[in-house]
């Protein structure tokens, strides 16, 4: 008989605990900023740290925020900056890294008969890019790659290169380059 009590107790309590739990997720709960979420859209996703920020999540709420300017996104170079400007109403300006937004997009490159298999890229790449395992020999998944140029700089043995990519439609990323100007002398753009 006590062993029924005491069942019956628990699941009462849990009953009556997670009816308020319930209650308190319904009229406690806080809306996300959407201003917020429109600017990590306009954001190139890359995760690289070169705003000053841990991530494109970070940037957005502090330029939501007003504490951090819209000129600070590298690899989103002037197209960003305009699409954020547009966004927020602000004046466009310039970029506070041009030389760095000006580098065409490249992929990190691991040269695999220099690698020594330290996992340091792996742990500094904050897109899961790098494909390895310790004292093996580590790749690059392309297709991963933000370009960001994190994994360079803790590489012992200077085995990770920037490869330039050939933009193509099949390698468009964002932000999406300008239309040839020969589609705009046609009319078409």
């Known amino acids: 008989m006590s062993v029924l009590l005491t069942i019956a107790t628990i ?3 849990a009953v009556v605990f997670g009816l308020l739990l319930g209650y308190a997720s319904v009229r406690f709960h806080v809306e996300g900023d959407p201003i917020v979420d429109q600017i990590d859209a306009l ?17 957005a709420e502090a330029i939501a925020q007003g504490e951090a300017d819209i000129n600070l996104c590298a690899p989103g170079g002037e197209t ?3 699409a954020l400007a547009d966004l927020l109403g602000r004046d466009p300006v310039p970029l506070a890294d041009a030389e760095a937004a000006a580098k065409p997009k490249s992929v990190a ?3 695999e008969t220099e690698c020594i298999g330290c996992t340091l890229c792996l742990q500094a790449c904050p897109v899961d890019a790098i494909l390895g395992a310790a004292k093996q020999m580590h790749t690059v998944i392309e297709e991963e790659c933000t370009g960001c140029e994190l994994c360079v700089p803790p590489c012992p043995v200077e085995c990770i290169v ?27 753009g």
């Open 11 to 13: 699941t009462l309590l």
């Open 43 to 59: 954001l190139p996703q890359t995760q690289c740290g070169q705003c000053g920020y841990a991530g494109c999540r970070p940037y």
């Open 80 to 82: 960003t900056m305009i």
């Open 109 to 111: 490159r691991i040269i």
């Open 162 to 188: 920037m490869v330039p990519i050939k933009e193509t439609p099949e390698t468009w990323r964002w932000p999406f380059p300008e239309p040839s100007p020969w589609i705009k002398e046609v009319g078409h």
